[in-house]
């Protein structure tokens, strides 16, 4: 597609269900980010890939959480015994260039439509 | 940690006025993109700037980096309805330290334009 496309677009889990949560990024885009973001708040970073390479996880917030890229491309989300607190949307963003490149500098992002996850 | 301060948090204002808001940090940032969200989607690139003391000009919008490049500025000249929506700022690789992989998101500016 033209877009990063993510699925599922709304997601409702009982507090201690497992949800996957899928991201499509746009294709030949080398960056692939994963943000959380509350209700009326800016997004925040869990993690962030480059190709298959995950570089970067030090803002997932817990051992429950966890993402993969095993193919460079499709990425997904996986929150295990969900709880209330993990309620929000979770933005998948792609981006054409990698980072570190000089000079450090940051490409457009991205963004899908979220996920939004609702947990009971 | 880096940080990067929005204000105001929300705006309400009326058609036609002008209006300003303000990204601050005290982290010096290799570079600085301006995002703006709508309900419902997720936040779509306005301007990126890369240079302290770089002006951009988006139609009625304009864009400031700070000179030591801790700081920017947007300001909305005769604001329509179309212009509502979440304002957010974001702050790429900074020298000294942090993820280059990383962007660092404002908690935005919520801006309502009223006809």
């Known amino acids: 597609g033209a877009g990063v496309s993510q699925s599922p677009r709304y997601k409702v889990a009982k507090r201690g269900q497992d949800v996957a949560l899928r991201c499509d990024p746009i294709s030949g885009h080398v960056s692939l980010f994963w943000y959380q973001q509350a209700l009326g708040q800016g997004p925040e970073f869990l993690t962030y890939?480059?190709?298959?390479?995950?570089?970067?996880k030090s803002g997932l917030p817990s051992d429950r959480f966890f993402a993969e890229r095993p193919e460079g491309s499709v990425s997904t989300l996986k929150i295990q015994r969900t709880q209330q607190e993990d309620s929000a949307v979770y933005l998948c963003?792609?981006?054409?260039?990698?980072?570190?490149?000089?000079?450090?500098?940051?490409?457009?992002?991205?963004f899908g439509e979220g996920s939004r996850l609702t947990v009971l | 940690t880096q940080l990067l301060e929005q204000s105001p948090q929300f705006l309400s204002i009326q058609e036609g006025e002008n209006l300003t808001v303000y990204c601050n940090s005290s982290?010096?940032?290799?570079?600085l993109q301006w995002y703006r969200q709508e309900p419902g989607e997720g936040p779509v690139l306005l301007v990126t700037v890369v240079t302290g003391g770089e002006v951009k000009k988006l139609k009625r919008l304009t864009f400031q980096f700070g000179d030591a490049r801790k700081d920017s500025s947007l300001h909305i000249t005769a604001a329509q309805p179309g212009d509502t929506g979440l304002y957010l700022c974001?702050?790429?690789?900074?020298?000294?330290?942090?993820?280059?992989?990383?962007?660092?998101f404002g908690k935005g500016t919520k801006l309502s334009v009223k006809p």
């Open positions: 982290s010096v940032f290799s570079s």
């Open positions: 974001a702050g790429g690789a900074s020298y000294g330290g942090g993820s280059q992989g990383n962007l660092i």
């Open positions: 890939f480059q190709n298959e390479a995950q570089l970067d």
């Open positions: 963003a792609s981006s054409l260039v990698g980072t570190g490149q000089a000079p450090y500098h940051t490409g457009e992002l991205f």
